[in-house]
T-cell receptor, first 112, second 115 residues
């Protein structure tokens, strides 16, 4: 069974610091996503990425956030200056155009 | 536009009893529907999915769900609850419209299984 891999599983950072969350999507997938789940809340869409550009982003995905596919295999989410409210579980997902999205196990981000 | 409504943020059942978790969706085009399970401090695991074809879909761990277009529902059931079923369950929808497809999740239902 193919899987999406996310690293690290838990990231602790100080407020104001930059963090990069990493994802390795399934190798033949073309569409990539980040979602966020604040503790006790539902999973929310952040951004979708296709053909090396953002396809859609939510209102949560402001200028502090960016995504990149730097080397054709990794897919990263960068938060430039973390805030306390960025503490959440971040899920990466990937898909081909006609299949369901495969989700990674998530990275728990704790901003202190 | 798409949305998901899960009725009951917390559901308690006795071990061995029927599990019924309710989900209604809204979608402007034919939907793909999913149920995910999340155990404490873990990621999202796909339980089952409906894309096209048979409206009764079976998933892992004895769960099944039925797509009812007329009722815009996709309720999750299991005949006999097990202690290990205690978790949070998310219903989700995406649009069967090609191209990129963002997934919209419901708020989740926490299932408690009472011995």
């Amino acid at each position: 069974e193919p899987e999406v891999t996310q690293t690290p599983s838990h990231q602790v950072t100080q407020m104001g610091q930059e963090v990069i969350l990493r994802c390795v999507p399934i190798s033949n997938h073309l569409y990539f996503y980040w979602y966020r789940q604040i503790l006790g809340q539902k999973v929310e869409f952040l951004v979708s990425f296709y053909n090396n550009e953002i396809s859609e982003k939510s209102e949560i995905f402001d200028d502090q956030f960016s995504v990149e596919r730097p080397d054709g295999s990794n897919f990263t989410l960068k938060i430039r200056s973390t805030k306390l409210e960025d503490s959440a579980m971040y899920f990466c997902a990937s898909t081909t155009s006609r299949q369901f999205q495969y989700f990674g196990a998530g990275t728990r981000l704790s901003v202190l | 536009a798409q949305s998901v409504t899960q009725l009951g943020s917390h559901v308690s059942v006795s071990e061995g009893a029927l599990v019924l978790l309710r989900c209604n969706y809204s979608s402007s085009v034919p939907p793909y529907l999913f149920w995910y399970v999340q155990y404490p401090n873990q990621g999202l695991q796909l339980l089952l999915k409906y894309t096209t074809g048979a409206t009764l879909v079976k998933g892992i761990n004895g769960f099944e769900a039925e797509f009812k277009k007329s009722e815009t529902s996709f309720h999750l059931t299991k005949p006999s609850a097990h202690m290990s079923d205690a978790a949070e369950y998310f219903c989700a929808v995406t649009q069967n419209s090609g191209g990129y497809q963002k997934v919209t999740f419901g708020i989740g239902t926490k299932l408690q299984v009472i011995p």
